[in-house]
């Protein structure tokens, strides 16, 4: 299949007069799938509504058929039109927190979208996107889009349109492409159905922000306790994975040093992913940083691209540094674990 690229350049062209936009969106009706940018990553989207749809997302990221997709509306209105009802506490969440990265998981209004969009629960995960394009193609489509982040599962998720291309080109029907990503880790997932609200993943908006605007939030407890099954259901698959092994190191510059003098004493290209601060510190084949420690959003934005980057690099070990699980700190520690599949080694178990 050819994949059409569309250029989209925010600080130039209008966003109520996208053409490029319009094209995708025509594609987005005759129900073929197309990645766009938002304010997190990008996500592949395709009509909520339409199983066929939906079909070509799974297929073309070969993502698992239980692990339900996030739905992107443009309006309020669409918002009725697609959850059975919107309790107190969403509300105040939307109006503090939309259009931003907050997915709220409600109950979903029965027969209106596809069920392989949910995985077949009750509930719905709804979001509404902090980005011109993205709110610009799905007003002009005037469909709800489902859209999970645009790479194959599995991989670490895109944060720029080259991105997209080296996962999905020519398996998709387009790529609107609208630069690099701002926030760079997905929404937080919070669901709304129960008494007290819980967080099922951690992303752009802080549990902070989240407990000065509704009071308390419970954090799911696989995310307090790696072994513990996740509530989400896409929580438990592997992601944002390198194709090196990965391995977290919790110490000091001089540990994580000694580390990588051993891998190397033993005939192994090491990788480092480390903050700005401390890269002149280390010795290794490869160093790589996604941002500094004094702004962990900046670690945020540069992190995917950092995985990805040592899938081009023939390091045969990555050691990372661990980054402080505060504020969007939460969000980036949670996607190193799991690119690492929680392996951790750690100071003070020596
Ligand atoms: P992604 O599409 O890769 O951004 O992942 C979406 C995340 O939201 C996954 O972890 C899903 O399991 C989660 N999610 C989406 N819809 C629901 C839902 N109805 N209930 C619980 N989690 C959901
Ligand atoms: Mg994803």
Not at 76 to 83: H, P
Not at 93 to 99: D, G, I, T, V
Not at 271 to 291: M, Q, T, W
Request: proline fraction near 6%.
């Amino acid at each position: 299949m050819k994949t059409n690229i569309w250029t989209v350049d925010n600080n130039v062209d209008k966003s109520d007069s996208y053409p490029q936009v319009k094209n995708a969106a025509v594609l987005l009706q005759k129900n073929e799938v197309v990645a766009f940018p938002t304010e997190t990553v990008y996500g592949l989207g395709a009509n909520a509504k339409s199983d066929e749809a939906v079909k070509k997302v799974f297929l073309a990221k070969g993502r698992p058929s239980d692990n339900p997709l996030i739905v992107h509306i443009a309006s309020k209105e669409q918002l009725c039109e697609i959850v059975a009802g919107v309790p107190e506490m969403a509300k105040t969440l939307m109006n503090k927190f939309w259009p931003g990265p907050l997915t709220i998981i409600l109950e979903k209004r029965q027969g209106v979208l596809s069920e392989i969009v949910t995985a077949g629960l009750n509930t719905v995960g709804v979001r509404m996107p902090d980005h011109p394009v993205a709110l610009s193609l799905i007003a002009e489509c005037g469909l709800p889009i489902a859209a999970p982040s645009a790479n194959t599962s599995g991989k670490p998720s895109p944060t720029s349109a080259k991105h997209v291309e080296s996962d999905l080109a020519g398996k998709i029907a387009g790529i609107v492409d609208g630069g690099p990503t701002g926030v760079g880790v997905e929404s937080t997932v919070i669901d709304c159905t129960a008494a007290i609200p819980v967080i099922l993943r951690p992303g752009g908006i802080t549990k902070e922000e989240l407990e000065e605007t509704i009071g308390t939030v419970i954090l799911d407890s696989s995310l307090k306790d790696a072994t513990a099954a996740p509530k989400a259901p896409g929580m438990k698959y592997t992601h944002y994975a390198p194709k090196a092994p990965l391995e977290l190191v919790k110490g000091d510059v001089e540990f994580l040093q000694n580390i990588a003098d051993r891998k190397q004493s033993e005939g192994l290209k090491v990788g480092i992913i480390a903050a700005a601060e401390h890269i002149e510190y280390y010795r290794a084949d490869y160093i790589l940083s996604p941002g500094k420690l004094a702004d962990l959003r900046t670690v945020a934005q540069g992190l995917y691209d950092t995985l990805r980057k040592f899938d081009e690099l023939d390091a045969d070990i990555i050691l990372s540094e661990v980054f402080p699980e505060q504020g969007i700190g939460q969000a980036v520690m949670n996607r190193l674990y799991k690119a690492a599949g929680h392996h951790v080694i750690s100071q003070n178990d020596k």
